[in-house]
């Protein structure tokens, strides 16, 4: 193989390479039915002239015909009239206009085989054409169902999963976090409400006992015992001091006061 074969084969195969990868599936089936379109429309012009000349055939036919008729008739009335050289004139117009009606007969007959086979050709042109845009609708469904897949495939591959996993358990992990600490609130919030009221009762237990060790630490009323003297007849009475005694019946009336009004806020509440 000589080196302008070799030339020739390599930009020939990197010219196809190149058209190859420019040829956009989508467009070139548009392009395809634009051009069956433009013959059909050639293919309905072709048609429409011959039809047309069949047309002209077919008058042309028919006017030979009748010349045909009109001088058999002229030869007849020639003959009746004894004028045998008139006869014989007509006779040859005849046979000329007899001889173009065989002969456009024949083309005609031809014409009309032609109109046929192109009405047969233009109809399936036509169900050709119909059936390509059908065809064309589904393929451009398969393309784009096929450029949504592989750019969902190029999605997935360019998605790194680990960092979105590790982003959702990250997020988990606030969100738990988060709820112990709501927990956590309501639990405090209920221990120190727990802790008022104990200290409430803790309070009223170490008042009673305050209470009770007052009482105890009371001193108690002297007793009032007479001075003896050398005289016993002379008796100087001494006027007792307020026993401290009477303190603790104050004290516990003043006790059983505050906590009966204690009680009694309570029940209002």
Same mark, same amino acid.
């Not at 738990?176 to 639990?187: K, N």
């Given at each position: 193989?000589?080196?302008?074969?070799?030339?020739?084969?390599?930009?020939?195969?990197?010219?196809?390479?190149?058209?190859?990868?420019?040829?956009?599936?989508?467009?070139?089936?548009? /392009?395809?039915?634009?051009?069956?379109?433009?013959?059909?429309?050639?293919?309905?012009?072709?048609?429409? =002239?011959?039809?047309?000349?069949?047309?002209?055939?077919?008058?042309?036919?028919?006017?030979?015909?009748?010349?045909?008729?009109?001088? =058999?008739? !002229?030869? /007849?009335?020639?003959?009746?009239?004894?004028?045998?050289? +008139?006869?014989?004139?007509?006779?040859?117009?005849?046979?000329?206009?007899?001889?173009?009606?065989?002969? +456009?007969?024949?083309?005609?007959?031809?014409?009309?085989?032609?109109?046929?086979?192109?009405?047969?050709? +233009?109809?399936?042109?036509?169900?050709?054409?119909?059936?390509?845009? *059908?065809?064309?609708?589904?393929?451009?469904?398969?393309?784009?169902?096929?450029?949504?897949?592989?750019?969902?495939?190029?999605?997935?591959?360019?998605?790194?999963? !680990?960092?979105?996993?590790?982003?959702?358990?990250?997020?988990?992990?606030?969100?738990?976090? =988060?709820?112990?600490?709501? =927990?956590?609130?309501?639990?405090?919030?209920?221990?120190?409400?727990?802790?008022?009221?104990?200290?409430?009762?803790?309070?009223?237990?170490?008042?009673?006992?305050?209470?009770?060790?007052?009482?105890?630490?009371?001193?108690?009323?002297?007793?009032? /015992?007479?001075?003896?003297?050398?005289? *016993?007849?002379?008796?100087?009475? *001494?006027?007792?001091?307020?026993?401290?005694?009477?303190?603790?019946?104050?004290?516990?009336?003043?006790?059983?006061?505050?906590?009966?009004?204690?009680?009694?806020?309570?029940?209002?509440?």
């Amino acid at each position: 193989m000589g080196l302008f074969d070799r030339i020739k084969r390599v930009v020939g195969a990197n010219l196809n390479d190149m058209v190859s990868k420019a040829e956009d599936p989508e467009k070139m089936l548009e /392009q395809a039915i634009l051009e069956m379109q433009e013959d059909l429309v050639q293919l309905r012009q072709g048609v429409a =002239q011959t039809i047309a000349a069949q047309k002209r055939t077919e008058k042309q036919y028919t006017d030979a015909q009748n010349e045909v008729n009109k001088w =058999q008739r !002229n030869a /007849q009335l020639a003959l009746q009239k004894g004028d045998e050289n +008139l006869a014989r004139q007509a006779l040859e117009r005849k046979k000329t206009f007899n001889e173009s009606s065989t002969a +456009l007969k024949a083309s005609l007959d031809q014409q009309v085989v032609q109109v046929e086979g192109l009405k047969r050709n +233009l109809i399936q042109l036509e169900s050709k054409i119909s059936e390509a845009k *059908t065809k064309k609708e589904m393929l451009k469904a398969r393309i784009t169902a096929a450029k949504a897949q592989e750019q969902l495939q190029g999605m997935v591959r360019g998605m790194n999963t !680990n960092s979105a996993m590790s982003a959702f358990e990250r997020m988990e992990e606030k969100v738990l976090m =988060q709820e112990a600490r709501a =927990q956590s609130i309501g639990e405090l919030a209920s221990t120190d409400l727990d802790s008022q009221f104990a200290r409430l009762e803790a309070s009223s237990d170490v008042d009673d006992e305050l209470e009770a060790l007052k009482l105890s630490l009371a001193p108690a009323a002297p007793v009032n /015992q007479p001075q003896l003297t050398g005289d *016993t007849t002379a008796t100087t009475p *001494t006027t007792p001091p307020n026993p401290p005694a009477a303190s603790a019946p104050k004290t516990e009336e003043v006790v059983d006061a505050e906590l009966e009004a204690l009680r009694k806020q309570l029940d209002q509440m």
